[in-house]
C-alpha cells in the first residue's frame, strides 16, 4: 500500500528532472533556455526533498507516537514565527492574515507540548491555506481558552472549502483528490501528519467549513 500510494508522485518529478536535464545534454533544449528549465528542475528536486521529508515524519510518529520531549513555550510567538517564515508566499499572492491571539487573563499563552511538532502542525496548516487561497485571500488565526486547562487553534481560509465527501478522509494518510486540501501536487501526508502529532500529545483536529467561505482547522494544546 505504500509503495503504490508513492510511487507516482516519486516518478512524476523524476521523470521531469530526467527529460529536462537529457533535452540540455543533447542540445534540444538551447543553452539560453537552460536557467528557465535548471528552474525547473530545481523545484522538483524541493518536491521530492518535501515528499520525502514528509515520509520520514510520519513513519518516525508511527514508530515513537509518545516518544516527544515536553517544554513549556509561548504559542504566540511559535504562531508568528510561523507567519514570518512564510512571508514571501503571502506577498507573492497578497494574501492577508487576521490574526487574534489575544493573553489569556492578561498572561501569556504558555503551552506544554514539543514545540518542534506544534511548529510543524501550524505550517502544515498555514501553508495548506496559502496554496488553496485565490490572490488577494484571507486567512484567519486564533485562539481560545478552552475549558480550565486547553487552549484552541482556529486556521481557517476563504478558499474554495472541502467537500462533504471528502471531509471524513482529510487526515487519512495518502488521501488525495482533485477537490482535496491535500492538493495533487502534495504528498497526501501534510494533515495526515498534523493527526498524528496532536494524537501523540493527546490531542484531536477537526475540520470544517469555515465562516469566510473556506475551510476550518482547530486544534486544541494543554495549557501549561
Known amino acids: 500500500d505504500f509503495i503504490a500510494s508513492v510511487s507516482h508522485d516519486l516518478r512524476t518529478p523524476l521523470t521531469s528532472i530526467s527529460g529536462f536535464v537529457t533535452a540540455m545534454l543533447d542540445g534540444t533544449i538551447p543553452p539560453e533556455l537552460h536557467e528557465k528549465y535548471l528552474t525547473t528542475v530545481q523545484e522538483e528536486t524541493k518536491r521530492l526533498s518535501s515528499l520525502v521529508q514528509d515520509m520520514n515524519t510520519m513513519i518516525t510518529l508511527e514508530q515513537d507516537p509518545e516518544d516527544l520531549e515536553m517544554t513549556k513555550f509561548n504559542v504566540t510567538e511559535v504562531i508568528a514565527r510561523v507567519i514570518d517564515s512564510m512571508e514571501v508566499l503571502l506577498l507573492t499572492k497578497n494574501i492577508s492574515v487576521q490574526t487574534n491571539v489575544r493573553p489569556i487573563q492578561g498572561e501569556e499563552i504558555m503551552i506544554m507540548a514539543n514545540e518542534k511538532q506544534i ?21 484567519s488565526i486564533r485562539t481560545e481558552k478552552v475549558g480550565k486547562n486547553r487552549v484552541r487553534i482556529e486556521v481557517e481560509d476563504n478558499g474554495p472549502g472541502i467537500t462533504q465527501e471528502d471531509l471524513p478522509f482529510i487526515f487519512d494518510r495518502f488521501f488525495k483528490s482533485d477537490r482535496s486540501r491535500t492538493g495533487r501536487k502534495g504528498s497526501g501526508l501534510g494533515l495526515y501528519i498534523c493527526k498524528k502529532i496532536l494524537q501523540a500529545h493527546g490531542q484531536s483536529i ?3 467549513k469555515s465562516q469566510l467561505g473556506g475551510a476550518k482547522f482547530e486544534f486544541t494544546l494543554l495549557l501549561a
Open 206 to 208: 477537526f475540520a470544517s
Open 119 to 139: 511548529e510543524r502542525v501550524l505550517h502544515n496548516l498555514i501553508s495548506n491555506a496559502i496554496k488553496f487561497v485565490n490572490e488577494y485571500g484571507i486567512i
